[in-house]
């Protein structure tokens, strides 16, 4: 394994646990998601794995290195894309991507043309040779280019696609898998479920500073076998009517209603959808089969859930 | 080694790609300050003496070069800190004094040519003689990595706001309180006392004695004075850029 974190707690001075008990590990070739609501604990997760905070306990191996004896040996190890973009002020797209890539040991001729290769990938031609103020999406291209053009055994991005438009995800989500497939352990932190499930091979979801479920999308999704998801998108200023008894747990994010039926209730779940959207309650519903999100609406979302939290490994 | 002075190149042209847009203005106002300078001081002494004029002007690289550490150094560390270019370069395998390194070397090379020009043009003008030795080098070094490591120093241990003002206090001290443009026996007594265990007034002599060959009687003492409070100060800028939460 590339990386390997065991029984990693850190409490800050103030008191704050943001990690405890944390244990996971990455093998080359890997996409692993990190998957937590805001305050989860990731940054901190991200910050002892770079070596830039001292864990309280626990110990953080990057292929067979202590980050903790030697943080200078991460930093080789590691590339890393911050979850603010790289601040690149006075400095073509191009010229920083290739100064990072020089900075990372790179020789100068092979990272001029892999720039030039991230820049072809992510079309990002129109922008590369100009100092100018850059939208938010383009530098978190450039910042990602910048992490990869001379990939660490590790690689660390922290939410890579925040502001970025559909087409350019989707081509950064090939990169990332390419990143992986050459070698590296990728390590992703994102909010975006939906997209991490197309993309990693394995993800924890971590709340409170604990991992509350791990192992591959296809395995935690197991856990939700023979149930459906019905989604329904309330009119604005309405009220969900109580449900009937064979829909199961319910949670509602702003107007989105998410609710688990079992497969046997589809027609009946049907029925009371289709009655919502014709008494004006519900704009529009579907139902499909249960996703990564339910997991992780499930472990972390639902109140009940979160009260009970209790730690569930998939293998 | 190889590695540390490739990380220190690369980190130089970084800071050359941040300020390459300004770097015409920089030139401009460094060398409008020297001529300035040097217009300035025969109105401010009408019957300046070559003398005079000499202590005078080869005291100035000590005040601009210390002050310039003391005043951009907590600066660039708040700067960083806000932009996130402090964590993001935190996160790069380089030295974690490459960076202060890099901005030093740069900011000497923008700052030397007006200084030397400010003391050659004073020379031409007020006509004293000049005697410039080869430890005008280590001197201007001594100096300036002196003032920038307390500079971030204090950018580094302390929040953005306090380390501007406490910089910019310790200009105003060494500006008014320091024997640089005057000599140390018109200070009160304990001031002297306090001057005799600071570097400043050691610093002083040094670039003077390294320039005219004069005003300075034991520079061995002030080679080690400054030596070690250079020291000290890099010491404590380590740590502080060593320290982790």
């Given at each position: 394994?590339?990386?390997?974190?065991?029984?990693?707690?850190?409490?800050?001075?103030?008191?704050?646990?943001?990690?405890?008990?944390?244990?996971?590990?990455?093998?080359?070739g890997?996409?692993?998601?990190?998957?937590?609501?805001?305050?989860?604990?990731?940054?901190?997760?991200?910050?002892?794995?770079?070596?830039?905070?001292?864990p309280?306990?626990?110990?953080?191996?990057?292929?067979?290195?202590?980050?903790?004896?030697?943080?200078?040996?991460?930093?080789?190890?590691?590339?890393?894309?911050?979850?603010?973009?790289?601040?690149?002020?006075?400095?073509?797209?191009?010229?920083?991507?290739?100064?990072?890539?020089?900075?990372?040991?790179?020789?100068?001729?092979?990272?001029?043309?892999?720039?030039?290769?991230?820049?072809?990938?992510?079309?990002?031609?129109?922008?590369?040779?100009?100092?100018?103020?850059?939208?938010?999406?383009?530098?978190?291209?450039?910042?990602?280019?910048?992490?990869?053009?001379?990939?660490?055994?590790?690689v660390?991005?922290?939410?890579?696609?925040?502001?970025?438009?559909?087409?350019?995800?989707?081509?950064?989500?090939?990169?990332?898998?390419?990143?992986?497939?050459?070698?590296?352990?990728?390590?992703?932190?994102?909010?975006?479920?939906?997209?991490?499930?197309?993309?990693?091979?394995?993800?924890?979801?971590?709340?409170?500073?604990?991992?509350?479920?791990?192992?591959?999308?296809?395995?935690?999704?197991?856990?939700?076998?023979?149930?459906?998801?019905?989604e329904?998108?309330?009119?604005?200023?309405?009220?969900?009517?109580?449900?009937?008894?064979?829909?199961?747990?319910?949670?509602?994010?702003?107007?989105?209603?998410?609710?688990?039926?079992?497969?046997?209730?589809?027609?009946?779940?049907?029925?009371?959808?289709?009655?919502?959207?014709?008494?004006?309650?519900?704009?529009e519903?579907?139902?499909?089969?249960?996703?990564?999100?339910?997991?992780?609406?499930?472990?972390?979302?639902?109140?009940?859930?979160?009260?009970?939290?209790?730690?569930?490994?998939?293998? | 080694m190889?590695?540390?002075?490739?990380?220190?190149?690369?980190?130089?042209?970084?800071?050359?790609?941040?300020?390459?847009?300004?770097?015409?203005?920089?030139?401009?106002?460094?060398?409008?300050?020297?001529?300035?300078?040097?217009?300035?001081?025969?109105?401010?002494?009408?019957?300046?003496?070559?003398?005079?004029?000499?202590?005078?002007?080869?005291?100035?690289?000590?005040?601009?070069?210390?002050?310039?550490?003391?005043?951009?150094?907590?600066?660039?560390?708040?700067?960083?800190?806000?932009?996130?270019?402090?964590?993001?370069?935190?996160?790069?395998?380089?030295?974690?004094?490459?960076?202060?390194?890099?901005?030093?070397?740069f900011?000497?090379?923008?700052?030397?040519p007006?200084?030397?020009?400010?003391?050659?043009?004073?020379?031409?003008?007020?006509?004293?003689?000049?005697?410039?030795?080869?430890?005008?080098?280590p001197?201007?070094?001594?100096?300036?990595?002196?003032?920038?490591?307390?500079?971030?120093?204090?950018?580094?241990?302390?929040?953005?706001?306090?380390?501007?003002?406490?910089?910019s206090?310790?200009?105003?001290?060494?500006?008014l309180?320091?024997?640089?443009n005057?000599?140390?026996?018109?200070l009160?007594?304990?001031?002297?006392?306090?001057?005799?265990?600071?570097?400043?007034?050691?610093?002083?002599?040094?670039?003077?004695?390294?320039?005219?060959?004069?005003?300075?009687?034991?520079?061995?003492?002030?080679?080690g004075?400054?030596?070690?409070?250079c020291?000290?100060?890099?010491?404590?800028?380590?740590?502080?850029?060593?320290?982790?939460?």
């Amino acid at each position: 394994m590339l990386v390997e974190i065991a029984h990693l707690t850190k409490t800050y001075r103030n008191g704050v646990t943001a990690n405890d008990d944390i244990s996971l590990s990455i093998d080359a070739g890997e996409v692993f998601g990190l998957l937590g609501p805001n305050g989860a604990g990731k940054t901190t997760l991200v910050g002892q794995v770079l070596g830039s905070v001292v864990p309280t306990s626990g110990s953080i191996l990057l292929a067979d290195q202590d980050v903790l004896r030697n943080p200078a040996a991460a930093r080789k190890t590691c590339s890393y894309q911050p979850q603010s973009s790289a601040p690149i002020d006075g400095m073509t797209p191009r010229e920083a991507i290739q100064l990072i890539g020089e900075i990372r040991g790179g020789d100068p001729t092979a990272v001029r043309a892999r720039a030039q290769e991230l820049i072809d990938q992510l079309e990002l031609g129109e922008w590369a040779t100009k100092v100018v103020e850059l939208s938010g999406g383009v530098a978190r291209l450039v910042t990602f280019c910048m992490a990869v053009v001379v990939p660490g055994r590790v690689v660390v991005l922290d939410e890579p696609t925040n502001d970025i438009d559909p087409l350019r995800r989707k081509l950064l989500w090939q990169l990332v898998r390419s990143v992986a497939d050459d070698g590296s352990a990728v390590l992703l932190v994102t909010h975006n479920v939906l997209e991490a499930e197309r993309c990693v091979d394995r993800l924890a979801i971590i709340d409170h500073g604990r991992v509350v479920a791990s192992g591959t999308p296809a395995a935690m999704k197991s856990q939700f076998q023979g149930e459906l998801r019905l989604e329904i998108t309330l009119e604005p200023d309405t009220q969900l009517p109580a449900a009937p008894e064979f829909v199961g747990s319910t949670t509602r994010q702003g107007r989105r209603v998410l609710a688990d039926v079992e497969l046997r209730h589809l027609q009946d779940a049907m029925r009371w959808a289709t009655s919502l959207r014709e008494a004006h309650i519900a704009e529009e519903f579907s139902i499909g089969p249960a996703t990564l999100e339910d997991v992780y609406v499930r472990q972390v979302v639902e109140p009940n859930h979160v009260a009970e939290r209790e730690e569930v490994t998939v293998p | 080694m190889t590695e540390a002075l490739r990380s220190f190149r690369l980190l130089v042209r970084w800071q050359y790609f941040q300020m390459r847009r300004e770097l015409w203005l920089l030139t401009s106002i460094q060398v409008l300050l020297a001529l300035g300078i040097v217009y300035g001081l025969a109105f401010l002494i009408p019957d300046i003496d070559p003398r005079t004029a000499a202590f005078l002007a080869t005291g100035a690289p000590t005040i601009t070069l210390l002050i310039f550490g003391l005043q951009s150094g907590p600066q660039e560390v708040s700067r960083d800190k806000l932009s996130g270019r402090h964590a993001y370069i935190s996160a790069l395998p380089v030295p974690r004094l490459a960076l202060p390194a890099a901005r030093l070397g740069f900011w000497l090379l923008m700052l030397i040519p007006g200084t030397a020009l400010v003391i050659v043009v004073s020379a031409l003008r007020f006509d004293f003689a000049l005697d410039v030795s080869w430890e005008v080098v280590p001197t201007v070094l001594l100096v300036t990595l002196s003032g920038c490591a307390v500079g971030y120093g204090l950018g580094e241990v302390l929040r953005p706001e306090a380390a501007a003002q406490i910089g910019s206090f310790l200009s105003v001290l060494i500006l008014l309180f320091s024997p640089v443009n005057f000599p140390i026996e018109r200070l009160p007594e304990f001031l002297q006392a306090i001057h005799l265990v600071l570097p400043i007034k050691y610093m002083a002599d040094l670039m003077r004695w390294s320039l005219t060959g004069s005003f300075a009687d034991n520079i061995p003492l002030a080679f080690g004075v400054v030596t070690l409070w250079c020291a000290l100060g890099i010491a404590a800028c380590w740590r502080a850029a060593l320290s982790r939460p």
